[in-house]
């Protein structure tokens, strides 16, 4: 997969925020300026009438009519889009602890928290309808342009307020439910023993995995959610797949997507007034994905006429969702929106997790002790609870988030006004949480800097709970996380009992495409145990 947009160097090892405002010694949590506020205490006049006005929260100051918009642009901007991770940590260090970046062309302006205090408050207090200010061009197509199909229940992504609260109610429980994800333990063991076959026969005579093999992933990353959303195996791990096949298809629809979201955000977005060749691609785009869910939807409620249904715990999470409900509609939704996030997060993380395995042998050596331990018979098949024991495997994976946090921030649009690091900010504006900077800072992680999936085993109390959190909080934390989980648990169960994993290229950068990967051919090596 060629990655169009310009990497920036350096980035092999995670950036680690030394802020010398806040360096202290002994203890890293002791001295850090701290929150005047309790997480859910209530905030009275008092408090804000103490606080510092808006217009003097530190940050980039914008230029008159262009705003801030220019800094993003290419050549005379300071900062690219694809920068984004590295311009946070800029911000932080140019700025402190909080940020504001105003004056953006057609949206609000962006206000950058670094506190891990501050970011523990503004979630608990986020009320029944959290607003996370994502995707408006998903919006505009889903309110706009498709109001015919989506109508009142369009889904939960890029959807706010009651109408999210409605639609997520529906679909909760079903997705969350252990009982739902257990079930899937063994259709997503047999995908991935698929792309495992089709990874020996990839391999080259020293066991070098080819070029694209980022591509090979984000197959079996569709192949593992178009069983879960679509009941169905879409036959992405064949062989011969060509450039107009419909899994193919999917994979580039599904990238592209994501990867131009930040493009017609970020950028001046101009598309809101006019159509513009990138917003008419993009409507296309989602149109081919309706198309494809309510296939393969309306082919699970022909099955489900003829099935034979004792319990529901015969039910997949596809025909729960469409017996409850009775309505075909809600079930492509659901799909569609587990589909658009569901692919591209699950097979950047696992590249970022598969590329630290095979270049930390140590690290990598003891989870292959666990996993042969905990399932000594490599022909049992896997199950739920087997694969719960895997602590260390898991630890490793939480700290693979925590030093490169695949998705760079999670963010709200605050729905009333509040006081952030003793300024008063009004509502409206969107509040950005840089996970990938705050789980690097030493004020809430000790020795940031090393890999250490100890730390997640041995109940460090020096992790603040809030500085990496990357599947978000709350009423809208990711509704994919149990899935997300059990096809990275079964992965490296299944790949690392059997291979070691290495990698003799070029050292990889890390860059920002819409995820934070490592970028370039990830060419791991796979040796038999
Ligand atoms: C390792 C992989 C993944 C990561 C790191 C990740 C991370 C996230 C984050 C940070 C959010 C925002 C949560 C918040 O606002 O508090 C989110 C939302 C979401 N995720 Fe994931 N995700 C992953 C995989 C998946 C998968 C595999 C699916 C689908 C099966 C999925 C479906 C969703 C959905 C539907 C939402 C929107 C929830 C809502 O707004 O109500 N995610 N994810």
Known sequence: MGRSLRTFTGYTRPFIVKNARYATTGCPFSKRDRSQIAPTAELTEEIFSNAKPYSEVPGPKPIPILGNTWRMVPIIGQFDISEFAKVTKLFLERYGRIVRLGGLIGRPDLLFVYDADEIERIYRREGPTPFRPSMPCLVKYKSEVRKDFFGELPGVVGVHGDQWRRFRSKVQRPILQPQTVKKYVAPIEMVTEDFIKYMENAKDENGDLPHEFDNDIHRWSLECIGRVALDTRLGCLSSDLTSDSEPQRIIDAAKFALRNVAVLELKAPYWRYVPTPLWTKYVNNMNFFVELCSKYINEALER??????????????????????????????????????????????????????????KQQEKMAEEIRRVLPDPSKPLCYSDLDKLHYTKAFVREVFRMYSTVIGNGRTLQDDDVICGYHIPKGVQVVFPTIVTGNMSQFVSDPEEFKPERWLENDGRLHPFASLPYGFGARICLGRRFADLEIQILLAKLIRRYRLEYHHEPLDYAVTFMYAPDGPLRLRMIDR
Do not use: F
């Not at 003829?306 to 529901?312: A, G, I, Q, R």
């Open 304 to 361: 489900l006429k003829t099935k034979k249904v004792t319990s529901e715990n015969d039910l997949s999470l596809l025909e729960r969702v469409l017996r409850s409900e009775g309505d075909p509609k809600i079930a492509t939704v659901m799909a569609l929106d587990l589909i658009l996030v569901g692919i591209d997060t699950i097979s950047m993380a696992v590249c970022s997790i598969l590329y630290q395995a095979a270049t930390r042998l």
